[in-house]
Each structure stands twice: as structure tokens, then as C-alpha cells.
T-cell receptor, first 112, second 117 residues
């Protein structure tokens, strides 16, 4: 089955700096890679996703890149703000009725 | 957008009792729903895949007789934690995908925080 590795487990950045979180996956059949932000005690919120037919996707300060050959995908947050502080999870799956497999999460702290 | 409703949002129960958690897709049909469990400071771990009209598929290490799943309709799946113990205390969260829409992301319920005393 799919295995998703996520690094780093914790990340502290100064406000305004960029943050990068990296994930790798094992199943070459996976073709959908979402990123979730989870605040304490709340459900994960989808912030951006990318499919295997695209190499990069951007939404304002957030971007995701995908390298299918290397089975890597990364989340980039620019101009970080204190409200970006949360736990971020990457995930991977096939499309259809297959579940998401999550990475272990990255606790991002943005220091004002 | 697609909404998944989960109830209750929190529950406290005594050891040995059973707790039922409901997950509803409000504006779409879901032949499959997924149940995850999240312990403090850990990731979401898939417990089981709930299939409408058939038996659930459980992940390795998850006791099917302890975590009963029923998916009786296209919009409702329930998870019953039977004979709950303190180690079952966790955040349980369901999710579903709108199969009627191409490329639909997975939608999560708000989760249920279970505390077993």
C-alpha cells in the first residue's frame, strides 16, 4: 500500500519568511496529492491540492510542486503570517473510492 | 460546497459503555466513507472504509468487533465504539468524496472527540 513520508516534523520561521514542507510517496499509481491545515481541536481543512498531470499549482501565498519521477511533492508558503501557524498534513491517493494516506504532519510556527 | 456533518462533536462516556458516531453527507451521495482516528499530536490514521450496502473494510490492527460500522444509506455511515476503554479516547473523524463529481476532493466531518473515563 501507499506510504507517505513528511518532513520536517516541526518548523519555525520568522514572520514574512517562506516555509517549505516536503513529502514523498511510495505508490506510483497515486495521482492526487492534497495538503491540509489543521488547527488545534479542529478538522483538517484542504488548502491546496495537485493532480499528477500538473507539476505546479499556486494559490496566492501557497504553492505546491510535484515531481512524479522522484515521487516528491512540496508545499511552499511565502510571506508567512502568524495565522499560518498550524499543523500541515500532506496526503496521497488514487482517485475514486480509495482513502487518503496521510503524512505524519508538520507543526509550523510563525514567529512575529 | 459539499458538506459532511458528524455528530456528536464531543462525548464523554464511562468505561464499558458504547458510543455511536454519525457521519452524513448533506448534499451529495457517498457510496464510500472513510473513518479516521487521530491521537494527540499524531497524524490521521485510517481505521476503516465504509461501503454502502456491504461490509466495511478494516485496516490492520483495527478490531472490527469493537468498532462497528454501518453504512445503510448513501448519505449516512455510523461508527459504534463498543465496550469503550480509556485507550479508545481519541479524535474520530469521517470523510467522504462526492462520487457524482469528477475530481472531487475528500470532505471531512468536524470530528468527534471521545473521552472514556
Amino acid at each position: 500500500g501507499e506510504n507517505v513520508e513528511q518532513h520536517p516534523s516541526t518548523l519555525s520561521v520568522q514572520e514574512g519568511d517562506s516555509a517549505v514542507i516536503k513529502c514523498t510517496y511510495s505508490d506510483s499509481a497515486s495521482n492526487y496529492f492534497p495538503w491540509y491545515k489543521q488547527e488545534l481541536g479542529k478538522r483538517p481543512q484542504l488548502i491546496i491540492d495537485i493532480r499528477s498531470n500538473v507539476g505546479e499549482k499556486k494559490d496566492q501565498r501557497i504553492a505546491v510542486t510535484l515531481n512524479k519521477t522522484a515521487k516528491h511533492f512540496s508545499l511552499h508558503i511565502t510571506e508567512t503570517q502568524p495565522e499560518d501557524s498550524a499543523v500541515y498534513f500532506c496526503a496521497a491517493t488514487h482517485s475514486g473510492n480509495t482513502p487518503l494516506v496521510f503524512g505524519k504532519g508538520t507543526r509550523l510556527s510563525v514567529i512575529a | 460546497g459539499a458538506v459532511v456533518s458528524q455528530h456528536p462533536s464531543w462525548v464523554i462516556c464511562k468505561s464499558g459503555t458504547s458510543v455511536k458516531i454519525e457521519c452524513r453527507s448533506l448534499d451529495f451521495q457517498a457510496t464510500t466513507m472513510f473513518w479516521y482516528r487521530q491521537f494527540p499530536k499524531q497524524s490521521l490514521m485510517l481505521m476503516a472504509t465504509s461501503n454502502e450496502g456491504s461490509k466495511a473494510t478494516y485496516e490492520q490492527g483495527v478490531e472490527k468487533d469493537k468498532f462497528l460500522i454501518n453504512h445503510a444509506s448513501l448519505t449516512l455511515s455510523t461508527l459504534t465504539v463498543t465496550s469503550a476503554h480509556p485507550e479508545d479516547s481519541s479524535f474520530y473523524i469521517c470523510s467522504a468524496r462526492d462520487m457524482g463529481r469528477d475530481s472531487s476532493p475528500l470532505h471531512f466531518g468536524n470530528g468527534t472527540r471521545l473521552t472514556v473515563t
